[in-house]
């Protein structure tokens, strides 16, 4: 019963990235009345939980930073690693810095990892590597985006010549891009939410079945998020998105999708947030728009160098002070 | 199909719009034709015929709007089919506008300008032609629909120059009244006026077809 009081504080952070990320899914179709509020947000929760039952399994077993291979994490480890995620992300909001669920999650992983194991027990070549692939992230969305601008775009020119089919294919291609997006970020994003409890035992050995069950019961967090609280960010945090024609955003969302499902392949959690906006900057360069602002660029870097930084130092801190080892 | 169905009905009543935009200006030029035969009685039924078909244009483009208020096309093209409708309807608006000035003020058309004015009202009746050609070709088939659109602006010319020919006629040759010839320029113009109005609407549709620049 304790166990499972400490894995509120990973589903909590489940319900944040469904609530906040269904929009970067399903703003355009939304805003472009291509779906309504209520089946787009029904649409996330159930692709959400699709990706995490299908193939969120796959991040949970190298979710962690051990060199060894030998460290064990603690159920209260686990707690105070979301728990530090999540007053990271509170903090860091209250400071006015942008932050991302997914790398503050981490950096709560690994701030835990140095206390227990210290800094030489730490795999730092994997964070490296993980830090790379945030990196690459957004730049490979920007390509993909506008490669998918081109070459899309090019066979659209070439066969559709009837208004009615070129509305009813971005209509269609909205909606299923923003499933597969969703399908994407919950296979991706769901190992931050019960990773750290999967890796503590919370579900029993380690093993496929129960890697599957701890994404399941992640996946359901994240859906729930969508469902109580993506209908209201659905338009505010998709605005950047919704400004966009249809296939610009089609297209946008559909570059999102494959780079977030291709590092859920190289077994990387990574920001889904960051992934559009890379997207979207790549579409943008094709238009001849600039819609990637200094904000939105700072927002990025604090995400891949400060939010892990912030909660490593809150987890070590929380942990210390609870005496937790 | 059921995805599309909205967007189907919006171009069935455009096509329906179109026809009755066709019966409108049809009736435009039968009006004016009879008045410069000097039937002038017979010029105000047909008039009045110009009145209702305007109406019921306007009916059709009121069903268009519903239709898209519902929803057809994304938000993207919808504020384009909007655009157009209404262009589209200003050709019935225009030509109910001449008719009606015509029966009402009632100017004396010198003989030596009733052919003019006639050739006039077929040039700028027969402008539609293309745009209807505009509305039954795929509007994407760019080298089809930008053709149509560039000889919807060549026939808006050829009316134009007529109506600066008639009114140079007008005002250097014939002698009658300032105040009539200030009439009868003014009827002049608002014929025109209704090539301008089909131009208008294939300028609109330019932009839609633009739009889709990828």
Same mark, same amino acid.
């Given at each position: 019963m304790i166990a499972l009081a400490k894995l509120l504080g990973g589903l909590f952070l489940g319900w944040g990235i469904g609530a906040n990320n269904a929009a970067n899914m399903f703003g355009t179709a939304v805003g472009t009345n291509s779906v309504k509020y209520k089946t787009a947000v029904i649409l996330v929760a159930v692709f959400v939980l699709v990706g995490s039952l299908v193939e969120g399994y796959k991040l949970?077993?190298?979710?962690?930073?051990?060199?060894?291979?030998? *460290?064990?994490?603690? *159920?209260?480890?686990?707690?105070?690693?979301?728990?530090?995620?999540?007053?990271?992300?509170?903090?860091?909001?209250?400071?006015?810095?942008?932050?991302?669920?997914?790398?503050?999650?981490?950096?709560?992983?690994?701030?835990?990892?140095?206390?227990?194991?210290?800094?030489?027990? %730490?795999?730092?070549?994997?964070?490296?590597?993980?830090? *790379?692939?945030?990196?690459?992230?957004?730049?490979a969305a920007g390509v993909l985006s506008f490669a998918g601008m081109k070459g899309i775009g090019f066979i659209i020119q070439r066969t559709i010549k009837r208004m009615v089919l070129l509305n009813l294919v971005y209509k269609i291609g909205l909606i299923v891009c923003g499933c597969y997006g969703a399908y994407a970020m919950g296979a991706n994003n769901v190992v931050v939410t019960t990773g750290p409890f999967y890796q503590a035992g919370l579900f029993?050995?380690?093993?496929?079945?129960?890697?599957?069950?701890?994404?399941?019961?992640?996946? &359901? &967090?994240? &859906?729930?998020?969508?469902?109580?609280?993506?209908?209201?960010?659905?338009?505010?945090?998709?605005?950047? %998105?919704?400004?966009?024609?249809?296939f610009s955003a089609l297209i946008a969302v559909l570059s999102h999708s494959l780079i977030v499902h291709f590092f859920t392949q190289l077994h990387v959690p990574v920001s889904s947030s960051q992934a559009i906006v890379g997207a979207v900057a790549g579409v943008g360069f094709v238009r001849g728009m600039n819609m990637v602002n200094a904000r939105k660029l700072r927002a990025i870097f604090s995400a891949w160098f400060l939010s892990p930084v912030i909660a490593a130092l809150l987890a070590m801190g929380i942990a210390y002070i609870l005496g937790v080892r | 199909m059921f995805w599309d169905k909205k967007e189907q009905q919006v171009k069935e009543f455009m096509k329906e719009h179109l026809v009755k935009i066709k019966e409108c200006l049809d009736l435009f030029e039968t009006t004016i034709g009879l008045y410069l035969d000097g039937k002038e009685e017979e010029a105000n039924v047909s008039s009045y015929n110009v009145h209702k078909k305007e109406h019921e244009a306007d009916e059709c483009r009121r069903k268009i709007l519903a239709k898209l208020a519902e929803g057809a096309f994304l938000p993207f093209f919808r504020e384009d089919y909007i655009g157009i409708v209404e262009l589209v309807d200003k050709i019935a608006n225009r030509a109910k506008t001449v008719t009606q000035t015509m029966v009402i003020e009632g100017p004396k058309i010198p003989q030596e300008m009733r052919e003019d004015i006639r050739v006039l009202t077929h040039k700028a009746v027969i402008t539609l032609e293309p745009l209807l050609k505009l509305f039954d070709v795929p509007l994407l088939d760019k080298s089809k629909s930008l053709a149509l659109i560039q000889e919807i602006s060549t026939r808006e010319q050829v009316a134009d120059s007529i109506e600066f020919k008639i009114l140079k006629k007008l005002f250097k040759e014939i002698n009658i009244s300032l105040a009539e010839k200030i009439i009868i320029g003014n009827l002049v113009t608002i014929i025109a006026e209704v090539a301008d109005a089909i131009e208008n609407v294939g300028d609109r549709v330019q932009i839609l077809i633009s739009k889709q620049a990828i």
């Open positions: 949970y077993d190298s979710y962690n930073f051990d060199r060894s291979g030998e *460290f064990k994490v603690t *159920f209260s480890q686990a707690a105070v690693c979301t728990f530090a995620a999540g007053v990271s992300i509170v903090f860091q909001t209250y400071l006015g810095i942008p932050t991302s669920t997914t790398q503050n999650a981490i950096g709560g992983v690994m701030g835990i990892s140095i206390l227990s194991m210290g800094m030489s027990g %730490i795999s730092w070549m994997k964070l490296l590597g993980w830090l *790379f692939c945030w990196i690459i992230l957004p730049v029993g050995s380690q093993n496929h079945a129960h890697a599957v069950l701890a994404a399941t019961l992640g996946g &359901a &967090a994240m &859906a729930l998020g969508a469902l109580t609280y993506g209908k209201k960010v659905i338009m505010t945090v998709g605005k950047d %998105i919704t400004a966009l024609d249809p | -």
